[in-house]
């Protein structure tokens, strides 16, 4: 008995529901998978599954073994995988979900030098700004999570980045340079609309010290609320008013003039961009070989001006 075969015969069936559905999809016959499955069986020495006219239902046998059988194969897949990275170009399609922010400022900026090592691997990017609830529809997930953030998934750390105050030159000019995050109340609020769960929810912005300490928070009534940054941006360019944006984000305008930080001494909060994976635990090559590649930038995009 081939016992490899006989695990994804196994799996296959329940996964089919059934050993007609299972055959079919093998593209084998109804009485020959039965009979792997009962020599499954027999090689264990336990029943793993219990049979009616009706349904098929797992034994706690099986339900133990069924577990077992499908990180087994995963990893044997795993392992083709990676042997076949280093015999054969790369290719097929890479289904990646990212924020807009990333997919613009992270994402963009480096495909030609991913599709110039890759030129097989079609990226194939939708955009959510708030994809946390459909990771497991994608392949990688860009997502972008504060210090505090405490989710079960599976992700990979990618890059930190700040989160500052700046402003135009030209609105400082007009309105002042504030001095404290009191002062940020009688400014001109840019502010980007986080989702209620995320703890940068409503009015009140909140600022935390470099040098270590308290947190403040102030009332803010913001004048433009978004969930676009690319918006926020493109106000803050214009003298519109202060607003919070990733250093990673603005260093270029930073270094330009075109932008102004204010308040160095404070920061909206330090935020992480992960890559994060769907639960499965079969990692095709293209993917890691993404991965591997946005790693080489992370540190350089986060990195200060």
Not at 177 to 193: C, G, S, V
Not at 267 to 276: L, P, S, V
């Amino acid at each position: 008995m081939d016992k490899l075969q006989a695990m994804k015969v196994f799996q296959r069936v329940i996964d089919e529901g059934g050993f007609a559905s299972a055959a079919r999809a093998l593209d084998m016959s109804p009485a020959g998978v039965t009979r792997m499955v009962a020599a499954l069986e027999e090689h264990l020495g336990v029943r793993l599954l219990q049979r009616t006219t009706r349904k098929l239902a797992l034994t706690d046998a099986g339900e133990a073994y069924l577990m077992r059988v499908r990180t087994i194969l995963y990893e044997v897949e795993d392992a083709e995988s990676a042997a076949a990275a280093h015999t054969r170009e790369l290719q097929g399609t890479l289904h990646v979900l990212a924020t807009p922010v990333l997919a613009s400022y992270f994402l963009s900026p480096r495909i030609a030098i991913w599709h110039a090592r890759h030129p097989k691997v079609v990226l194939d990017i939708a955009i959510d700004p708030f994809p946390q609830s459909r990771i497991e529809e994608f392949d990688v997930t860009f997502v972008v999570v504060d210090e505090g953030f405490d989710g079960d998934i599976v992700a990979r750390p990618l890059a930190t980045t700040e989160w500052i105050v700046c402003a135009s030159p030209d609105y400082l000019k007009r309105a002042g340079i504030p001095a404290t995050p009191q002062d940020l109340r009688d400014h001109t609020y840019l502010k980007f609309l986080w989702t209620q769960n995320s703890g940068h929810y409503g009015r009140l912005a909140r600022l935390q010290p470099l040098a270590g300490g308290e947190p403040v928070e102030v009332d803010i009534q913001p004048a433009l609320q978004t969930t676009s940054f690319d918006v926020l941006l493109r106000a803050a360019l214009d003298g519109a008013g202060i607003t919070f944006l990733s250093r990673m984000l603005v260093a270029p305008h930073l270094a330009r003039g075109t932008l102004v930080q204010v308040l160095p001494d404070w920061i909206f909060g330090r935020f992480t961009i992960y890559a994060a994976l769907p639960t499965r635990k079969f990692m095709p090559a293209r993917t890691r070989a993404f991965l591997d590649f946005l790693a080489e930038f992370g540190a350089q995009a986060a990195a200060k001006p």
